[in-house]
């Protein structure tokens, strides 16, 4: 059994300083609220919008060099299996890939060539279809590089472990998961949804998580952030009852993930690591010592191994991984999904069930609002866009909340869970939307009959 940490001892005195010094400077990157344009946002978040300002200003022409970066480098990879690909792990997982990963990028190529330079069919460079995902990958560029220099301070430096071995008592049991989850679900809050994900695959890669927590993580805790919540509301017209539509979305947030993890098909993933090793954090505490000692304990263990050096060759390389490998899928994905949405009935044809499990449920414009139940799986924007404008303020609300407590949307999260192999495909991600959806629509129903 680990004896507690003393100390006395030089290098841990250091570590403790490096702990909080560091750690405190990961909590305040992404866990302050500060003020913003017409709510708060943490400095992440700030520092994020200046990056893309510049970016877009500076270098408009960067999301095409990305994109035909990672198209070339699969032929060269295919064709001349170059030694420096071959031999580092994370590039030879950039580049050799399956083949419908080399047809999504070259489609994502197509698309931004189309939208830069205003050529092609109109229906795909249109804003409300290729325009739109260019800029959101533009955007997603600035998050990149911005969150992977500064997240090893928030996941490396202690912070996770001291708080999950306090919170373990508690999310243990409700979730199936660590108690440093809550630090995912709390960044998710304050930053984005995008962000949660991205920690949870950097915590899965190192071992943190097994396959299933980081699958269950990923599908139940990457909440929407508050200041998005507010765009919702307000593009909805219902910024005037937001305390009430945010306390619903987290209600509904956590029993979805309560019942979530007990569910097809998160609890038939297995249980193991990703490189096969034990865990590498027990967060069960010793019966003769104190639940805070040994959560600090835990925490000074962590920082000793903290290097700055490291931390940034780590994030140059996730930097690399998110722009070469996620970023053409986001393009790719989500242009076809915004076609199927905005030039096909599809949509409409598939809610038709949905549309008759809301008027069983009492609501008047069930119909109506049937079809802003599914298109939340190409993106969480979308319902709200969609709906008309003299939808009832009940109407609104199931709209809202739904499109909130969902999370599951391809044009970003979706794109990053299926990238990061924790065992979940476009199927399963589908099933657990459908899950979420069909769960939540009762509740959220019940709730709007207060307005």
Request: with cysteine.
């Amino acid at each position: 059994m680990k004896s507690l940490t003393t100390l006395r001892n030089p290098d841990n005195l250091k570590a403790l300083i490096k702990f909080i010094l560091f750690s405190g400077f990961g909590l305040f990157m992404f866990m302050f609220p500060m003020p913003g344009q017409e709510s708060f946002a943490t400095p992440i978040s700030l520092i994020t919008d200046l990056t893309d300002q510049y970016l877009q200003k500076t270098t408009p022409y960067l999301l095409l060099l990305i994109i035909t970066i990672a198209v070339l480098g699969i032929f060269i990879a295919k064709l001349f299996r170059p030694t420096i690909l071959t031999e580092k792990l994370w590039l030879k997982d950039l580049f050799f890939v399956d083949n419908w990963i080399m047809i999504t990028k070259i489609i994502a190529l197509i698309v931004t060539l189309c939208v830069m330079f205003d050529i092609g069919p109109e229906i795909i460079r249109s804003e409300d279809n290729g325009a739109t995902m260019v800029g959101l990958a533009k955007t997603l560029i600035a998050i990149a590089i911005t969150l992977s220099f500064i997240l090893p301070f928030l996941t490396d430096c202690g912070i996770m472990e001291f708080v999950g071995v306090l919170l373990k008592p508690l999310i243990r049991p409700l979730f199936h998961v660590p108690g440093r989850a809550s630090v995912d679900l709390i960044a998710s809050w304050l930053a984005s949804s995008n962000t949660a994900v991205l920690i949870t695959a950097n915590q899965y890669n190192s071992n943190y998580y097994t396959k299933r927590e980081a699958a269950t993580i990923m599908t139940n805790f990457s909440l929407v952030s508050i200041p998005f919540c507010l765009v919702v509301a307000q593009t909805l017209n219902l910024a005037h009852i937001f305390p009430l539509l945010y306390l619903t979305i987290t209600g509904i947030g956590i029993f979805l993930a309560i019942i979530g993890v007990r569910l097809y098909p998160l609890k038939n993933i297995a249980d193991t690591y990703c490189h096969g090793a034990g865990e590498k954090l027990n967060e069960e505490v010793p019966e003769d010592t104190k639940l805070f000692h040994w959560a600090l304990s835990a925490a000074i263990d962590r920082a000793k191994n903290f290097r700055l050096s490291k931390a940034f060759c780590d994030g140059l390389k996730m930097t690399i991984g998110i722009v070469l490998d996620i970023i053409p899928i986001v393009v790719a994905w989500g242009t076809i999904g915004s076609l199927l949405v905005n030039c096909t009935p599809i949509f409409y044809w598939l809610s038709y069930p949905m549309g008759l499990y809301l008027q069983l449920l009492g609501v008047s414009e069930a119909f109506t609002i049937a079809p802003a139940t599914l298109v939340g799986f190409i993106d969480m924007f979308i319902p709200a866009l969609i709906m008309p404008s003299d939808l009832s303020e009940q109407g609104k609300f199931i709209v809202g909340v739904l499109s909130l407590v969902q999370i599951i949307y391809m044009t970003e999260v979706g794109s990053i869970i299926v990238k990061s192999n924790v065992g979940l495909g476009i199927k399963h991600l589908f099933i657990i939307f459908l899950q979420r959806t069909i769960i939540a629509i009762p509740i959220v129903v019940l709730i709007s009959k207060l307005i």
